[in-house]
């Protein structure tokens, strides 16, 4: 390991011409919320009303920066270094002091030098594609007024929306101390405020470091790391920053949890088996090795890249092509209905190598939805399903495309389903509104229809405790209702909430008061036949049984 250097640095040396602070490319952007800068404020502020002189430790900071040198790469800090800029600019702007306006102003910008050959400059410099904005509205003085008054919809980087979030939340709070509160503070950051700072020349060894040393700053996920092999690895610095904008690009696109879910994805695509161990231990081993090292680049164009616009189709159903895109968007739309994601490996996969056929995909994602919907009607643990997923993806890999056994059904599988959806479909909680919402699209013959609703519910036509003297009681034994009360047949789909009382009316009342929307009908095609029916007995209720459980045993080739 190359020379390491840990000291504890107060604010004012933090923020000094001792360091050139510097966010790489690689590292994602800042990300704190407003409960983390808030929580940093009040830390200040309940270490200040204790009134002592004790030293107050904000954590630690790793940079990758050479001795006798002022270039410092942030590696674990960026977050806690930003949000404590935001906070000193606030400062430096609601003071009416032009002297403490113009040594906080010092502290968020380096004035220049020509003595000591040092040019005016930023403390700190953001990563290129959010240095110009934090310069201009946070560091310029003056700039966190006219920040405040940005619209944060027409902000386009996750970062810049998170300035001014945390800006206009800690200003909120400065806002309401006096002056002399906030001098108070002001002296207590420059006098008794430190920083743990660990430096080192070698990038690998900060690495090591920075995961043993996150005291108040946000984890750098694992898939920040995999970008620091990959950045690092390129060796030229046009490449380094064009690939670090089409992952941040990619990054962007998919949001910061649905970027991490993509490479527990890729993860499974590529290792086509169940993950025994973290991802930050497997993905190196099981993905990165064959692009590294000579491969940098590649594994950025031909992976990333293609994957995370696979990943945007699958969530947002917004697949194209000249003709039958329509289709298999329907079948991602069904897909995402279900309670795991565990089908989306093989999705991607299909989507990253099929993705100019959508004849192929059409019959490729009827035979994926097929399998996940008897899956999830039946039940099947986690193990288990990932397992079969991982056998999928090897078949897919061996060339066996829509013949890949793992694919098909078995003929037990296929009673055990069927055996689900004649049963009491109601009492599986999780999955009793999938089968409706699918039943209900067959019925309406309108291929991957979803309903813009905050609420729909699964209700009973015969009620689960029908009232005293009710006719319910007339036209079902208790064996009868014991057997009907909670299969396919007798229920229906509602959009809006419960009424305890009106579930128990009979027949009549019942499509008339709460099975009706506001204009006589149901947005539901299951529900509107239920309007439609003048009686509600066993005898319809085992026709309807048989229709509905037949057609689901069509759909899905059962």
Known sequence: MQQLEAQEVSLHKVFS?????????????????????????????????????????????????????????????????????????????????????????????EPGNKVRRLAPRPRLTLRQRDAGFFQQYVQTSGGTEALRELNEATLPTDARKAVLRNATALHAILGGWSEERRLDLVQMLGERTFLVVVSTPDLESAHRIFSVMNSRGLDLAPTDIFKSHIIGALGDKAAEEECARKWENAEEALGRE??????????????????????????????????????????????????????????DARYTAPAGAEQVNAWFKRLKQIDNNDWQPAALWALRNHGDDPVLLDDFFRALERLAASMFVRRVYT???????????????AGQGLNAPSLALTEAEKEETLARLDG?????????????????????????????????????VLPQTPRAGSDWLTHFTDEQRGQWTHRLANLVLLNRTKNSSAQNYDFEEKKAKYFTGRH??????????????????PQALQK???????????????
Do not use: C
């Open 424 to 460: 009491d479909v109601y009492q599986v909680t999780r999955t009793r509104k999938y089968v409706l919402l699918r039943l209900d699209e067959t019925l309406a013959a309108k291929p991957g229809v979803t309903y813009d609703h905050p609420l729909i519910t699964v209700e009973h």
């Open 17 to 109: 011409s001792d360091f050139d602070f510097r966010i790489p490319d690689y590292q994602r952007p800042y990300a704190w919320e407003t409960e983390q800068a808030t929580q940093l404020l009040i830390d200040l502020q309940e270490s200040l009303e204790r009134g002592t002189d004790e030293p107050y430790f904000l954590g630690s900071i790793v940079l990758v920066k050479s001795k006798g040198h002022t270039h410092a790469d942030v590696i674990d800090g960026q977050q806690r270094l930003t949000t404590l800029t935001i906070l000193l600019a606030l400062l430096r702007d609601l003071t009416d002091d032009a002297d403490l306006r113009s040594d906080l102003n010092r502290l968020i910008t």
């Open 258 to 315: 649905g970027f991490a879910d993509l490479f527990l994805h890729l993860r499974m695509v590529f290792a086509m088996r169940r993950a025994e161990r973290e991802l930050l231990k497997e993905f190196p081993e099981q993905v990165l090795s064959r692009y590294l090292p000579g491969k940098a680049e590649l594994f950025v164009d031909d992976v990333v890249v293609p994957y995370a616009d696979a990943y945007v189709q699958i969530r």
């Open 520 to 537: 006589g009908v149901s947005t539901f095609a299951l529900t509107s036949q239920v309007l439609h029916r003048e009686s509600w007995t």
């Open 544 to 558: 309807r049984q048989q229709r509905l459980v037949g057609l689901l045993a069509d759909e899905w080739d059962l």
């Open 383 to 397: 193990t288990p399903r990932v397992t079969r997923y991982a056998d999928v993806l090897r078949e897919l890999d």
